[in-house]
């Protein structure tokens, strides 16, 4: 059964700061990849989406890797704003058996940058 | 921008009654998902659905759960009898096509809580 895990829980970073939040699934036959923003109390905004075949994606300051081989990825945020305070949650495609395929968790990384 | 709107924002139930809710995907996509999350913890998959049929359902969704496509626009989740557990905050989503290629964009949720 495919796991995600996000490091840290929790991060709190001065404004124009670069960072990095973590990813890590157990099961590396995944199909794709994404980053999904969450504000208090409201849906999820889909950040960035790699297929299991890149390396990165990039929009804007957001940049995330892949390495499907070990099981991780990393969005990095460059030069932070106090906009971008919000849980950041990643998610993984992956075959659940029976021709059917589901997007699993993490229970993400709650960021609050400091003006 | 199109999106995925839910109805209603907020809802409150004494446990074992019935609650239907609902949701309005984007009107040319074609895979309709539910998803739960209880406060402080992951986003789970509970059902996808397409071609009026469900798909793929996950151990949560036992037989107190339903899903429909009553009609060209909505698509609902109904829980026949609710109990403490099941309060959450309950996303829809919804995506164009078969691959995963494409990203499943989320509607902003229900709240649910049972008394």
């Known amino acids: 059964k495919q796991e995600v895990t996000q490091i840290p829980a929790a991060l709190s970073v001065p404004e124009g700061e670069n960072l990095v939040l973590n990813c890590s699934f157990t099961?590396?036959?995944?199909?794709?990849l994404q980053w999904f923003r969450q504000d208090p109390g409201k849906g999820l905004t889909s950040l960035l989406l790699?297929?299991?075949?890149?390396r990165e994606q990039t929009s804007g300051r957001l940049n995330a890797s892949l390495d499907k081989s070990s099981g991780r990825s990393t969005l990095y945020i460059a030069a932070s704003q106090p906009g971008d305070s919000a849980t950041y949650l990643c998610?993984?495609?992956?075959?659940?058996?029976?021709?059917?395929?589901?997007?699993?968790f993490g229970k993400g990384t709650k960021l609050s940058v400091i003006p | 921008e199109p999106e995925v709107t839910q109805t209603p924002s907020h809802q409150v139930t004494q446990m074992g009654q019935e609650v239907i809710l609902r949701c309005v995907p984007i009107?040319?996509?074609?895979?309709f998902y539910w998803y739960r999350q209880i406060l402080g913890q992951k986003v789970e998959f509970l059902v996808s659905?397409?071609?009026?049929?469900?798909?793929?359902k996950s151990e949560i969704f036992d037989d107190q759960f339903s899903v429909e496509r009553p009609d060209g626009s909505n698509f609902t989740l109904k829980i026949r009898s609710t109990k403490l557990e099941d309060s959450a905050m309950y996303f829809c989503a919804s995506r164009i096509g078969p691959t995963y290629q494409e990203t499943q964009y989320f509607g902003p949720g229900t709240r649910l809580l049972v008394l």
């Open positions: 099961d590396s036959a995944i199909y794709n």
């Open positions: 998610a993984v495609i992956s075959y659940s058996g029976a021709g059917s395929y589901q997007l699993t």
């Open positions: 009107s040319n996509h074609l895979y």
């Open positions: 659905f397409y071609n009026n049929e469900i798909s793929e």
């Open positions: 790699i297929q299991s075949s890149q």
